[in-house]
């Protein structure tokens, strides 16, 4: 694809916002699922219900900020390379999730943003690949298949093209 954006997407500016306000989202409904659960589980026996409302609505917060975070420093990238390349592809993604590892990790030193950054680029490489892998296998199922005769109509089909071909 050239400059020309995906008409589907908004504008770059648009697209950081939509993307760390459905990051926000995912984190929220994530973060209240899987701290309600930790919050019951590490509640005393009569209190089970309680202490999970008291864990998700002290953390599921925090997750949901995370998230957010991550995902508009990601689209950010994401939209500064396709900028600086011309272009949008998969590797636009996987330098974005490099360069939001390393970033996000900076404060914690260079060999942890090193190794934040290679996992988020990894992570990235493998998602791509596996839409890249998705994608073409949803080509070949939707491809026009020749129908499948009967022999004896095979025959006559045969001879019908070796006639023509004369």
Request: charged residues 15%.
């Amino acid at each position: 694809m050239s400059r020309h954006h995906d008409l589907n997407r908004d504008p770059c500016p648009w697209v950081v916002l939509n993307d760390a306000g459905g990051a926000f989202a995912m984190g929220g409904i994530g973060g209240s699922v899987i701290h309600f659960v930790k919050g019951a589980r590490n509640a005393p026996r009569g209190e089970r219900f309680t202490g999970a409302l008291a864990a998700m609505k002290a953390r599921a917060p925090v997750s949901a900020g995370g998230f957010a975070v991550w995902g508009g420093l990601f689209s950010t990238f994401d939209c500064a390379f396709a900028g600086l390349r011309g272009k949008k592809d998969a590797w636009n993604s996987i330098m974005s999730g490099f360069t939001t590892g390393g970033v996000l990790a900076a404060r914690a030193g260079w060999k942890a943003s090193l190794t934040s950054a290679t996992v988020g680029g990894l992570l990235l490489g493998m998602i791509e690949g596996a839409v890249i892998l998705m994608s073409r296998s949803g080509d070949e199922a939707f491809r026009p298949q020749a129908p499948i005769l009967p022999p004896e109509l095979q025959q006559q089909a045969a001879m019908q093209q070796s006639a023509a071909g004369r």
